[in-house]
């Protein structure tokens, strides 16, 4: 059973129902634990998740509504991070509990691979990221 600490906040009805909506997608989720280690510019996430960008850049910016993760434009790339704060505490007792998925183990494997590839090349490269997905799994 999960359990969490209810803290008296100003948040309004829509707020949390965003929070709410944003963890209520495995594949948000997937992004949220891939991101729980270090930042990853959205080419990195496109990479790992193996969506379409535009699939991806919604589920950003589903998660960034949220108030869940930031963005940072850094050149040409955008790098995204999650929000360290103490009103986390529902989605990190969440993400620990999905990160012992098996989605979450292969997810830890293919971003690994991902994060050897020089961020600027993946980016350029501009080819579908599931050859590089493929790769990892095998």
Do not use: Y
């Amino acid at each position: 059973m999960l359990r969490t600490q209810v803290h008296a906040t100003n948040h309004s009805l829509e707020q949390i129902a965003d929070f709410a909506q944003a963890l209520a997608d495995p594949t948000r989720l997937r992004i949220l634990l891939a991101l729980k280690s270090q930042p990853l510019c959205a080419c990195q996430i496109v990479a790992l998740i193996g969506l379409a960008n535009s699939t991806v850049s919604r589920h950003l910016q589903v998660l960034r509504q949220a108030g869940l993760i930031t963005s940072e434009k850094r050149g040409r790339w955008v790098w995204f991070r999650l929000v360290r704060s103490a009103d986390r505490r529902t989605s990190n007792a969440l993400l620990a509990l999905a990160s012992s998925t098996p989605e979450a183990n292969a997810d830890a494997s293919a971003l690994e691979a991902i994060l050897a590839v020089d961020p600027e090349v993946l980016c350029q490269r501009g080819v579908s990221p599931h050859p590089l997905r493929k790769r990892v799994s095998e």
